[in-house]
């Protein structure tokens, strides 16, 4: 019991290690409430994850252009990680408008999701910088 809480703490704390820097973003997906998708061609994109290791507040800020539109996107978020489960990470902000989670992280690759007030949901995929 002890060594399975000691493993599943490790884990957690490899993860928030893990999310710290730059982040190049290789997709940018928006599926609508209806269920609809649209898959946006990059022109450029990147994230930077910044932790503050005592408190685990920090700050995320994503800037990304897409090919055939005209809709430039930089946002800058400050507020808290939080670990639900050893795979399982949100950011939490002060927002009505927006909820940012983390679905799926590796060494190298992330999944994020963004959940917008208006139903809409954006899935982005992150490369790390080396």
């Known amino acids: 019991m ?3 809480f000691f493993f599943s703490c490790s884990k ?3 993860s928030l290690r893990q999310i710290d820097g730059s982040w190049e973003m290789k997709s940018y997906k928006e599926i609508s ?3 609809l998708s649209k898959l946006y061609d990059l022109d450029s994109g990147e994230a930077s994850f910044k932790r503050d ?3 685990n507040s920090g700050t995320v800020i994503l800037n990304w252009r897409a090919f055939s539109e005209t809709d ?3 946002l800058q978020l400050d507020g808290k990680f939080v670990q639900i489960s050893p795979n399982d990470l949100n950011f939490e902000f002060d927002s009505d408008t927006l909820n940012f989670h983390f ?3 590796l ?3 992330m999944e994020c999701e963004m959940k917008l ?3 809409k949901n954006c899935v982005l995929i992150f490369r790390k910088k080396s």
């Open 117 to 119: 007030n208006s139903g």
């Open 12 to 14: 957690e704390k490899k």
């Open 72 to 74: 430039t996107s930089v």
């Open 33 to 35: 409430p209806s269920g």
């Open 107 to 109: 060494k190298k690759d």
């Open 2 to 4: 002890f060594s399975f």
């Open 103 to 105: 679905v799926r992280q």
């Open 53 to 55: 290791k005592g408190q």
